[in-house]
Structure formats: C-alpha cells, structure tokens
C-alpha cells in the first residue's frame, strides 16, 4: 500500500478559525455559527481538563474534527466531532446536546460514549464485545464510527505521553479492531496511517529500521523518484494521455507484511516505492496502462484490474509492477481523481456536505453493514462473532482456490454457488454442486478461506428461484434473476402465441400466414412491439388484448362482439387456470395445460427434479417422463412430445443408482445400508460384486427427493474411510 496523500500529524496550534476556514474550503455557505457553537460547547465543558501531554483538552476534539473536515464530513458529523467526550467527560446529558444542537449530533454523541464505556474481563472478550456494540451502533449511523475513527487517529498520534503499557494496549484493540474496520470502510488513508502507528508502538524496533532506510540516502532517492516521475509523464503525454503521476514511500506496514509473508529481511528489501497515475477518465486510465507496459517491462503475473471488479470496499484501481528506467522493480497504481477520492476517503465519501439531510448513507443500503448486524444477533459467542469478523474483515471475504491454482476473493459468507457463479455466469446456472477439498459438497455449502474448489455442472441443471436465497453475491442474484426473468418472458411468449393462434381460427387464419402477406406490420406499429416475439409477449403478459392485436390486421374483418371477447377471455382463463390447477396437484410433473393425467417416469433414464425433462404420450399408458438427454427419446416421435416441467410443490422421492467402489472389507455392505439409512433416505435394493485388486463394487437404488440430497448423500458415503469412489450409476 502506498502512503496515501491525507496528512493526519497531530496540530498542537489548530484554531477554530483555522478549522473554520477549512471547512470553507469545501462548503463555502457552512453554518459558521453552529460549528463555533460546538466548539465552545466542548472548550467550556472541558475547560478545567488537559491531556497526557499537558496541552488544554479541547486540542483534542479540535484535532479530531481536523481529520473529519480532511474527509470532507458534513456539519453534523463535524459538530459531533467536538462533543465527542463530552458525555463521558463533562457529564453533559445528551437532553443537553438535543436541545443546545440537534437530535441527529445527540444521537452520534450517545454512540460513541457507549462505545468507550464498556468495560471488560479479558482481551478477546473486549474485542469481541466493542465490535458489536459498534456494529449496533453503526447500523444505527455509520457517522458514529467515522468520528470513532478519528478519535482513535489522534490518540494513536499522540500516543508517546502516556504509559509504555497503555501504549500496547492501545496500539494491540487499534490493529484489531479499528484498522480492520477503516479498510472495510474503505477509508484507506485512515487505514495506512494507523497501521504505520501501531507498528510504531508493536513491533518498534522493525519500524525504526524502516524509517531510517526511507531515510537513508534521503537526496538519492528523491532524484529517483523525481526523474521517475518525469519519464513516466513524458511517455503519457507522447500518447496524449494527461495525467497527474506521483511518487512516494509505501507504507511501513505494508512492507513489513510483505517481509513477514515472504521470510525476507531488510537487505532484501527493494521497492519502498510507488508511483501512482490519476487521470480523468477510465478510459484513460486503461490508456496509460497501456502506454507503461509497452515503456516498461511488466512483471508477470503482477497486474490486477480492481477498475471492472472493485473490491468489496468499493475500491478501484489499476495495480502493475515493471521493471523501472533503472531496472529496478517498480509499483504503479492508475486510477481516475474519483477512485482516488474514494480510495482515501472510502465509505466518508459519500456523505454529500452541500445536501444537509438528504445526503446521509442509510445503513440499509450497504448490505455488508446488514449483514453483519444480523450475524450480530445470530451468533452467541464472542470468540466466534470475532473469528468471523477478522476473518471478513481482515481479507475482505474469503479466499478460495480454483482447480487450475487461481485464488478467487468472494465475501464472507458466500456459497459453492457463489464460486460458480463467480467463474462464470454459465457455470452458476449448470451448477449442481461442488467439490470442495475434493470431497462432494451441495450448493448452499459455505466457503471457507483456503478451499479448494471445483464445480460440478450439469447441461440439464437451471436456476431456480430457491438459488436467491442461497447466493450471497450482488453478481449471483442479478444473474440468476436475469435468468429467471427470461424463462418469465418465454413463458408469456409461448401463451401469447398460442392465444392469437387460437384467435385466428375462426378467421381461417393463422400465424405463419399472416406473417409472409406482412399483416402484422400495422400492429408492430401500433402497440409498439418491435416483432412477432414481442406482439406474442404483450399478449401474454396481458399488455395487450387478442382482440386489439386482431382488429389491427388488415385481412381479418373483425366484428366487436360480445361473443369474441368472452371467447378470448375465456381462453385466457382458461390456459392460466390450468397451469395453477395443476400446478397444485399432488404430482410430481406439470404437464402443461392438461389435467388429471397419469405421469410415471422412464425406467430407462430414472429422471430427478433438476433434471431437463420431456413427456411422451405412451398410448394406454397416460405419459411417460424422460431426461431430455435420454437415449430413447429419439425412437419416439415427435408428435407426441409433451412440455412438462418439475413441480416444486410437490415432495419428491424417486429412484437413483449410485455406484461405490470400496475397499474388500467385511461387513461394508451393511455399514455403508446404515449410513444411508441414518440420513432417512431409503434403500430399494443393493448389489455387490467383488472387483480384483481386493475391492468392492456396490450399486444401491435409493430414493431422493431432490439433487442435492443426492448429493448430500454422495457426500455421506464418500466420507467413509473405505470408500474409494462414489458416483451415479
Ligand atoms: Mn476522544
């Protein structure tokens, strides 16, 4: 991470005029008198107090409320800013501060003395215990962590007056607590700085070294950077990309990860440095990554695009390594002066100063903040709320491993759907299961950091609207829904088409027809359908009546008459009522627009919900399901193909082979009947054979109700300790 540009050092002269004058800056017409007001609020209720380093307490507030203008906050937040102690300190009463400011400035005021109040036994216990008080209060309003954040800034940057023991304790809740926090706001400047801080105060001696070798040849290095920057922005120009470019330190924490991930030490250390590129537009942005990889030499395996996949913080960047004008490696970030507004500011940069009110971020709209507020309530321990936290926190989601080595961030939560649909759309809709670990897993399993994961698909499988519930990723349930919608819209087709077909007969006419004499043209125009798929559409869908579509048909004399329109009607009646009627049934399959009709499945292909199925009219024998991928589906002529589909209602069981090959054990047969018999799934019949090389084959027929209790029970089975494979047979 390099050192973002906000300056958080601790101001000992920092004035009101000066803060005011700051905050005009921004907000030209900010009420100057209530952001006075809640300083001498604050400067007289603390008036006989002074800090550790013996500096009059209102410094405090006052440098809190610098960090706060220098994230742009607006005047609530602000005022909030130097009342901050005052209810913990001066005994002021929030009645007070509603009645002196505001119900809003009161409210933030309460959320940050509640927090700091708690007091606990052990250390993992407080964490644990402040996170959820905060993860409360910031469902209520995030300001109220905002400000938290600046409080803790600026007792971090003065932490050198007070105890050496308080320091550590400081130091040890800031890094586990807050900082995760900042960079799950995405308020990165917030985050480096206060990473920087608690390596200052942690690990000391590692810090000290790395500043001294920033420091070190101090004048080289800023030639470097100097001549860096002016042969990057001559390659840019050449190519008319204009751009602000910047060199600096990266963070001392951040290199300090990289010596703790990598085991190397500090001679080993190169790039201290990186530059970054800010452009206008993204387009740009692309540009000058193009214009740095044909100059420099990229590292491979270095570049990330976060500019079309953000981070779950919403931050956004181009991030590459090339080998540099002085063939040293060098780190480069692009990205446009709005990305880098949210990358320092993160979540703050979103509250809208100019629009009092209106520009406050409801916590309902950041689903994460949701998220965890249920998980709050969900989860009893403590140690465990605070596993999950640091694990969401601290990564950002979790990281999993595709087959071919690639490691995918997905956030916290997300499912083996979640994963297919993160690899690709296609493989999210045929997704039947997963292997995780190389063992069989359903789809809603929930992933861990550090699985391996392969999905499993199948060309029959589509999504249903249960997949909704599963997914836990914006992308997944846009996809699934984008599907869902389509098979909507194929439906409304299909019943448009067949009403106006039916329409038509009386007139001796029909569809195809009508289209080759160019009949339809009038009625395109009229009623805005730009084809024959989307009259059918507005038909189905009720936008539009038979009998409008009909009357704008030049060939066809249409005669308004009672009895048309209650045929039409009754038609439509009719196709809708069927498909509920059956659709209630006690039957496994729908069978479209027919009633009362005996179904059973083929013995040949035994299809299971999920499956993609076909009906044949078997005569005498009422209908026949098939798999569409069925072997004797081709034998059967087309004529009698039915559509049919799974209905949900109803509780499935049927008939499945599964296929265990074990180890020649004896009495595996009977354990394996007993696993599967624990589960409540039934057992038709079993086979065994011996197979050479002392193994075991067996095939059960057992009955499932749906496919992913037939993977659940794949799961069960290969679990066992003998079991070598088990498959569908
Ligand atoms: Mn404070």
Redesign the pocket.
């Known amino acids: 991470m390099i050192r973002e540009s906000l300056d958080f050092s601790h101001e000992p002269e920092l004035t009101i005029d000066e803060l005011i004058r700051r905050v005009k800056a921004y907000y030209s017409d900010v009420d100057e008198q209530l952001i006075r007001k809640g300083y001498e609020f604050a400067a007289h209720a603390h008036r006989s107090q002074k800090r550790s380093s013996g500096e009059p307490y209102i410094i405090?507030?006052a440098n809190?409320v610098g960090t706060l203008i220098k994230l742009k906050m607006d005047i609530e937040t602000i005022v909030a800013g130097f009342l901050?102690?005052t209810i913990?300190?001066c005994n002021v009463t929030p009645e007070e501060i509603e009645k002196e400011f505001s119900s809003n400035i009161a409210q933030i005021v309460v959320g940050?003395t509640k927090i700091?109040k708690i007091k606990f036994k052990t250390r993992q216990e407080s964490q644990a215990e402040n996170f959820r008080k905060m993860v409360v209060a910031m469902a209520k309003d995030l300001r109220v962590i905002i400000v938290k954040l600046a409080?803790?800034m600026?007792?971090m940057r003065t932490l050198q007056y007070v105890s050496k023991e308080k320091q550590q304790k400081i130091a040890q809740e800031t890094l586990d607590i807050y900082v995760p926090l900042a960079s799950r706001l995405g308020i990165n400047s917030v985050k480096a700085e206060l990473e920087d801080l608690c390596l200052r105060y942690l690990h000391s001696e590692i810090y000290y070294r790395l500043a001294e070798k920033v420091d070190m040849k101090k004048s080289e290095r800023e030639d470097y950077i100097r001549t860096t920057i002016r042969v990057i922005k001559d390659q840019l120009e050449e190519y008319d990309v204009h751009a602000d470019v910047t060199g600096r330190p990266k963070t001392f924490y951040s290199v300090y990860k990289k010596m703790q991930q990598r085991g190397v030490d500090f001679e080993q250390i190169q790039d201290m440095l990186a530059f970054r590129i800010l452009t206008n537009n993204i387009t740009e942005c692309y540009k000058a990554l193009g214009v740095i990889h044909s100059a420099f030499k990229p590292v491979p395996g270095r570049f990330k695009d976060y500019v079309a996949i953000p981070k779950i913080n919403n931050y956004q960047s181009l991030h590459t390594t090339v080998i540099g004008p002085q063939a040293e490696r060098i780190e480069i970030q692009i990205r446009t002066h709005e990305m880098h507004e949210i990358a320092e500011k993160g979540i703050a940069a979103h509250w809208k100063y100019k629009e009092v009110g209106s520009g406050v971020i409801n916590a309902k709209d950041i689903d994460w903040v949701q998220e965890l507020v249920q998980f709050n309530q969900d989860v009893k321990s403590n140690s465990e709320f605070m596993d999950v936290i640091k694990n969401d926190l601290d990564m950002g989601g979790v990281f999993i491993f595709t087959p071919n080595g690639d490691v995918k961030e997905l956030r916290y939560g997300a499912t083996a759907l979640d994963f297919a649909y993160a690899v690709h759309t296609e493989v999210g809709n045929k997704c039947v299961g997963a292997k995780v670990n190389g063992k069989i897993v359903p789809l809603k399993y929930r992933l861990k950091s550090g699985d391996s994961v392969e999905v499993l698909t199948s060309k029959t499988q589509t999504p249903s609207k249960d997949w909704l519930k599963i997914v836990k990723s914006t992308r997944a349930k846009t996809k699934i829904r984008q599907f869902l919608s389509k098979i909507e819209r194929d439906k409304s087709k299909e019943l448009g088409e067949r009403m106006l077909e039916e329409a038509l007969k009386p007139y001796a006419k029909n569809i195809k027809s009508l289209v080759k004499k160019n009949d339809f043209n009038k009625a395109f125009n009229e009623l805005n359908a730009r084809n024959l798929e989307e009259l059918f559409i507005h038909i189905g869908t009720k936008r539009n009546t038979v009998i409008e579509v009909l009357k704008l048909i030049p060939s066809i004399d249409y005669k308004e008459s009672m009895e048309e329109k209650e045929k039409a009607e009754s038609y439509y009646q009719k196709l809708t009522k069927t498909a509920k009627k059956s659709a209630n049934r006690d039957n496994a399959v729908i069978v479209d627009g027919l009633d009362d009709i005996v179904v059973r499945m083929g013995r040949c292909c035994n299809p299971i919900p999920g499956d993609e199925i076909i009906g044949f009219v078997t005569k005498g024998r009422g209908i026949t399901i098939h798999t569409a991928q069925c072997d004797k589906i081709a034998d059967l002529v087309d004529t009698r193909r039915l559509s049919v589909e799974w209905n949900n209602e109803y509780v499935f069981k049927h008939p499945v082979n599964i296929k265990v090959i074990t180890h020649d054990k004896p009495g595996i047969l009977s354990s394996i009947s007993s696993k599967i018999n624990n589960m409540g799934i039934n057992i038709r019949s079993a086979h065994a054979k011996s197979l050479p090389d002392q193994k075991g084959s067996f095939i059960f027929e057992v009955e499932v109700k749906d496919y992913s209790e037939f993977l659940k029970t794949l799961s069960v089975i290969e679990a066992m300790d003998t079991v070598i494979s088990v498959s569908r047979a």
Request: hydrophobic share 15%; proline share 8%.
């Open positions: 405090h507030p809190v901050h102690d913990e300190d940050l700091s409080d803790r600026h007792n």
